[in-house]
């Protein structure tokens, strides 16, 4: 030992080799160049490295991880294809990362029954393409569909355009199997009957942010397609005549299938990006309708849109002529947040939810905030169900402007929580809206929250540090943001 | 220990300060990675990620690792190497990109950096030596290779060798590839030595240069042919500017940007006085296309390759732009096409070699499910990462129908690549270039021209 002046290799990590045992040796990643691309989710704003990511292939596996590292009192956290918001994935406490990447499987589709078992890392969309020949698909579709998994959807209860006339992620979840922070496997309503006696544990858990347990198989209702579907895209010259729009067409007792906006910048983003559609480049919004259901109706409903639209002062409205064009108007609206890379470096997507009628006034606060701060805002959103996504955007290079972004996302979940309105609609809590907890929250209402998650996962080593302020520990991650920023 | 684990991380925002851990020439081009806000939507399209499940080996995960080293987190080497050189450059990442990232370009200029700092050794770097600098630049050594795999070929050689099992000396891939060589014709580089213009049987309407390349006119002297007598039949003359050489693609993916230079430069003076550069393999195009991308320290070169570029098109759509006779003789068969990346994803070419087959009489056309996958070649990929280009492989024979009899696609490295599946999975199909059908319904058109000329003189005469 001493004396020796060769140094030796370092020594792998104990518990390292135990993950090994668990899953195997190609499972594991622990060394820091494997583990950057860990550091972050979709949300950017905060980087943080794991101690290692495992790829279990099973539930039993699953729990074996879990076992271990609750025994040990290591840190861990569950990731599917890290493309969450709010950073529900990003190891603050140097967790062991579970990906559930490698369970994804479609188990089994009950046709007669209506419903589907999955892996939680199974693709959304793929879903959909695998049981489209019979005729159905699954409704719940964030913009991220594409990429995203069913076990991050659960975990954020994931809605998406067409969850206005259809229902977020928590109204198409029929059993759940999750692994419990303690490791123990268990079934909630296994043969996917609803309405079980009891208290609703699923509802709990669907949308728990990955704080009171793994999802391990999911079973989800499918839905027969639409007889029929027609697609409405309307220019408007000014934003507040695009908004009273769709209080209008709400009001006329219309339920679309999906109720769209994007603000002048917004356009501006998806026309630079990959899928551009040629929206004009002067008008201040557009709306992307959607009605569906039986064939009968629609054309009439169409007819009540396009006459509520024109009341409004529309430039231009158009019903999609094809399939095709219907495809291109969607891939440019649902492309549209990565999109902003083609105009900014960096984009903070915020997600506020307020009561429709408040749409105008609440866009030109967002406006107000965007000329202090003096950094763009697009608005991209789903204004049927008057969930907002203001995207703040910037760059991180220049110095004061991640600072200045975070306070105008948080000024603006203020604008949405002074009219009523909530500080998520679909992203979830995360990292990135813990703090903004207080403007919906007491004190007492986040305490009686806490002691529901510490139920399930009492020493908190389940993703600890998102969806709660943590006033007690002096650790406001925003804080430490803001004097790495400072001192740079 | 838990200690330090209990410790929260210090976490800290996105910025890059320089470009630290780059040599300073040639690096890899912040731009090109500020575009890209790591939403994921790349994860999906990435042959790698699907195989591996790991985000390093994804496309959002190697922009975030090229963005490492400038802001000094990692170094260029081994770790950062492999996600990069582990990219078959498939390009599908920059389809699926809702903010147009070039990632493809990041990782070239990212490959030339580990290059720099960690050149090849051992067998990858004899191979990579032996191909690259020592055959493909060198056409008189490239008709040699061909003269002696021909003769390999006739003298039973062959044959012998597959039958005395002298191909288990070499290793599993090498001799799979060895199995699946085409039968060699002569290269058109060396047939029309001698001919300025390949003249059209009318009135010409324009003249061409084309590419011969340098896999394509060795392996498969044969479409080369086939690319001559479709452009000819369709009243364009064609010429083959003698001063031509390898593209320099297989370069630039290996990182060695400073040969894809050199092949760079000379190519466009061997086409400085050509209106229209044909080229028949996907790879090839691609990389004329982006030529310009090679010289950003080089202002002057870089216009002229600017002006180069704009003259490079694919045959496919070439023919389709300017207008082709369409066939009139049925080929009868069952038909499928698989998308080259470089034609699909490289260079937006997708409708117009659907449609060059569907115009030909007696084609049954079947759309192949994840038709824009790659298979696996990806330049010699297939010869350095042989295990994911076997297993990415394995994912596209999954989606090619039991049934179909031939298999069309616009790129050479894509044919073997697809030849050896079939023959892994005892599948019928034969492996065909686009180009190729059409000369044989034009070849069979004028078969029965011929025919009917006869039966019509015959009748003369009998009347």
Redesign the interface.
């Known amino acids: 030992m001493f004396g020796s002046k060769k140094r030796k290799k370092p020594q792998r ?1 104990p518990h390292i080799n135990k993950l090994i045992e668990i899953v195997g040796e190609k499972e594991v ?1 622990y ?4 583990l ?3 550091d ?3 949300f ?6 794991p ?1 290692a ?1 495992v ?1 279990p292939a099973n539930t039993e596996e699953v729990a074996a991880i879990v076992r271990y590292c609750s025994t040990n ?3 861990f956290l569950a990731r599917g ?3 969450g918001l709010s950073g529900g994935a990003i ?4 967790e062991v990362i579970i ?1 559930l ?2 369970m ?1 499987h479609l188990l089994s589709v009950d046709y007669e029954n209506r419903q589907a078992v999955v892996q939680p890392g199974f ?1 959304n969309l793929k879903l959909t393409n695998s049981i489209s020949d019979k005729g159905y698909y699954y409704a719940p579709d964030p913009s ?1 569909q ?3 998994t069913i076990g991050g959807n659960v975990a954020e209860n994931a809605g998406g355009a067409h969850c206005l006339k259809y229902g977020v992620t928590t109204n198409h979840i029929l059993g759940l199997e999750v692994v419990l922070p303690n490791g123990e496997i268990i079934e909630i309503s296994e043969a996917g009957v609803p309405d079980s006696p009891g208290y609703d544990v699923m509802g709990l858990l669907t949308g728990s942010e990955g704080t009171l347990g793994v999802v391990t198989k999911i079973t989800v209702r499918i839905l027969k397609n639409p007889e029929g579907k027609q697609t409405v895209l309307a220019y408007f010259d000014h934003i507040e005549d695009g908004s009273r729009a769709v209080s209008d067409i709400i009001s006329a007792g219309i339920v679309p299938a999906a109720l769209e906006m994007m603000d002048k910048t917004a356009i501006e983003g998806v026309e630079a ?3 551009p559609v040629g929206h004009p480049d002067d008008i201040e919004a557009l709306l992307l309708i959607e009605v569906d259901g039986i064939k009968a109706g629609i054309s009439e409903q169409i007819e009540e849109i396009l006459n509520v639209c024109r009341g409004r002062n529309v430039r231009e409205v158009k019903v999609a002529e094809s399939e095709e064009e219907r495809g291109r108007w969607w891939a440019n609206r649902k ?8 105009i900014s ?3 903070l997507v915020q997600d506020g939810v307020i009561p429709r009628s408040r749409l105008p006034e609440v866009l030109e606060n967002i406006y107000e905030i965007s000329r202090e701060s003096g950094l763009r805002i697009a608005n991209i959103f789903h204004a049927g169900d008057g969930n907002l996504h203001p995207l703040i955007l910037f ?3 220049k110095p004061g402007e ?1 600072e200045k972004a975070l306070k105008a996302g948080t000024a603006c979940l203020k604008a949405c929580s002074d009219v009523g309105g909530s500080i998520t609609g679909e992203h979830g809590v995360g990292i990135e809206k813990k703090e903004e907890m207080r403007f919906v929250f007491t004190d007492e209402e986040l305490e009686a929250q806490i002691k529901i998650r510490e139920v399930f996962n009492p020493d908190d080593l389940l993703n600890k ?1 998102k969806l709660f302020p943590t006033p007690s520990r002096c ?1 406001d ?1 925003k804080k ?2 803001k004097d ?2 400072a001192v ?1 | 220990m838990l200690k330090e684990m209990a410790a929260p991380e210090k976490t800290a925002p996105c910025s890059s300060a320089g470009l630290s851990n780059y040599f300073s020439a040639d690096h890899p081009d912040e731009d090109k990675w500020a575009d890209c806000v790591h939403c994921g939507m790349c994860l999906e399209a990435c042959p790698t990620y699907l195989e591996t499940g790991q985000e390093q080996h994804s496309p959002r995960g190697r922009v975030h690792l090229i963005k490492s080293v400038a802001e000094g987190k990692i170094q260029l080497k081994e770790q950062f190497a492999d996600p990069v050189f582990q990219c078959l450059d498939c390009r599908a990442c920059t389809t699926a990109c809702p903010a147009d990232v070039d990632v493809g370009g990041l990782i070239e200029e990212a490959r030339g950096q580990v290059r720099q700092a960690m050149p090849l050794k051992g067998w990858k770097g004899a191979v990579s030596t032996f191909f690259l600098k020592g055959l493909f630049p060198h056409q008189e050594r490239m008709h040699t290779v061909s003269g002696l795999l021909k003769f390999y070929q006739k003298s039973g050689l062959q044959k012998a060798v597959r039958t005395i099992g002298a191909l288990k000396v070499m290793p599993d891939h090498l001799a799979s590839m060895e199995s699946i060589m085409p039968e060699l014709q002569t290269p058109v580089q060396k047939k029309y030595k001698d001919v300025d213009v390949i003249p059209t049987k009318g009135v010409p309407k324009a003249r061409v240069s084309m590419l011969t390349g340098c896999i394509m006119d060795v392996m498969f002297g044969d479409i080369n042919q086939s690319t001559i007598d479709v452009l000819t039949h369709n009243d364009n003359e064609v010429t083959i500017p003698k001063k031509q050489t390898c593209c320099g693609a297989l370069h630039v993916h290996a990182g060695d940007r400073e040969k894809g230079r050199k092949l760079a430069k000379q190519n466009i003076e061997a086409f400085e006085n050509s209106e229209k550069v044909v080229v028949n393999a996907a790879g090839c195009g691609c990389a004329l296309k982006e030529y310009p991308e090679l010289f950003k320290d080089e202002p002057q070169w870089k216009e002229r390759a600017e002006v180069f570029a704009e003259k490079v098109e694919d045959i496919s759509k070439y023919l389709y732009d300017t207008g082709y006779e369409k066939p009139r003789s049925s080929l009868n068969k069952k038909i499928t096409y698989h998308d080259a990346c470089h034609l699909a994803h490289g260079q937006g070419v997708r409708h117009e070699p659907r449609q060059l087959l569907k115009d030909i009489p007696g084609v049954e056309y079947t759309e192949l499910s994840n038709a824009d996958t790659c298979c696996g070649s990806a330049g010699i990929y297939n010869i350095t990462n042989p295990e994911m280009a076997e297993a990415v492989l394995d994912r596209k024979m999954e989606n090619v129908p039991e049934d179909v009899e031939m298999i069309s696609m616009g790129n050479p490295g894509c044919m073997l690549q697809m030849a050896m599946g079939v023959r892994k999975y005892g599948r019928k199909s034969e492996i065909v270039h686009t180009v190729q059908l059409l000369d044989w319904a034009y070849q069979k058109d004028e078969q029965n021209a011929g025919l009917e000329k006869s039966i019509a003189v015959a009748g003369e005469e009998e009347a």
Not at chain 1, 31 to 34: G, I, K, S, V, W
Not at chain 1, 44 to 49: D, L, N, P, S
């Open positions: 990590d990643l060394e820091d160049a494997d950057l691309s860990y972050c989710d979709g950017t704003v905060h980087k943080a490295m101690k990511v790829f009192n290591i840190p294809a890290g493309t190891p603050l406490n140097r990906s990447v490698k994804k693709v991220s594409y990429v995203c990006g990959a899928y492309t549209g947040f990565g999109a902003m890379g083609a470096p960096d984009y760059d991180s290079r991640t540090g650790m991650v430490i943001v790495t920023v740079q």
